[in-house]
């Protein structure tokens, strides 16, 4: 399975951006990135996927490589409830649109958000 | 709130004891996974059900075992417990068994003494 690679941790200040960085250099066609993210004492959240065009949804952006080896989670205001743990992940689905199994999560990186 | 409820929140139990933790998926969900996230592990993939039938298995111990009843709801027996087998245990589920789209539970915090 290809890997992904994340900083261990992120600051931030309240009300800015936030661009958190992963690298998946090996990364196959038919890997869609996902991103996922646990708060403090809470069981992991789902953010956003993509495969290969930008993404937005409510809660963020996913900026995708042209090349596809790295990807960017943008939080375009942090605020306080941003701080957690955010995950980077890729899943592999075949040709017929069928996952190849499970979640596997790495460290991901600690996002800290100052007031 | 996820909609994924899981039961006790938290456990207390000594070593070589057997102990059941419970999972309702979201309503409408088919597919329930178990994760178990520890201090040096991390988040584990353990196992995925759908729709009552086995689909995927991570890496689960033999003294473990889960099933999902026909009312979809799923249990995760851990026997034979040892200190290690301390850690959080999450469950979540999704619509589909093909999804990247998971919605976790709180977790059930097992402590074994």
């Known amino acids: 399975d290809a890997k992904t690679t994340q900083p261990n941790s992120m600051e931030s200040n309240e009300e800015e951006p936030v661009h958190l960085p992963c690298n998946h250099s090996t990364i196959s066609g038919t890997d869609y990135i996902h991103w996922y993210r646990q708060l403090p004492s809470q069981g992991p959240e789902y953010v956003i996927h993509g495969l290969t065009s930008n993404v937005n949804n409510r809660m963020a952006s996913l900026a995708i490589a042209e090349d596809r080896k790295s990807s960017t989670l943008i939080l375009h205001r942090a605020t306080l409830r941003d701080a957690a743990v955010y995950y980077c992940?890729?899943?592999?689905?075949?040709?017929?649109?069928?996952?190849?199994?499970?979640?596997?999560f790495g460290q991901g990186t600690i996002l800290t958000v100052h007031p | 709130d996820s909609g994924v409820t899981q039961t006790p929140k938290h456990l207390i139990t000594a070593t070589g004891q057997r102990v059941t933790l419970r999972c309702s998926p979201r309503s409408g969900d088919l597919s329930v996974y178990w994760y178990q996230q520890s201090l040096d592990q991390g988040l584990q993939f353990l196992i995925q059900?759908?729709?009552?039938?086995?689909?995927a298995k991570g890496n689960i111990l033999e003294r473990f075992s889960a099933q999902q009843f026909p009312d979809l709801h799923s249990e995760l027996n851990l026997s034979s417990l040892e200190l290690g087998d301390s850690a959080l245990y999450f469950c979540?589920?999704?619509?589909?068994?093909?999804?990247?789209?998971?919605?976790f539970g709180e977790g059930s915090r097992l402590t074994v003494l």
């Open positions: 979540a589920s999704s619509v589909e068994a093909n999804t990247g789209e998971l919605f």
């Open positions: 059900y759908y729709n009552g039938e086995e689909r």
């Open positions: 992940i890729l899943i592999k689905f075949n040709a017929g649109g069928t996952s190849y199994g499970k979640l596997t």
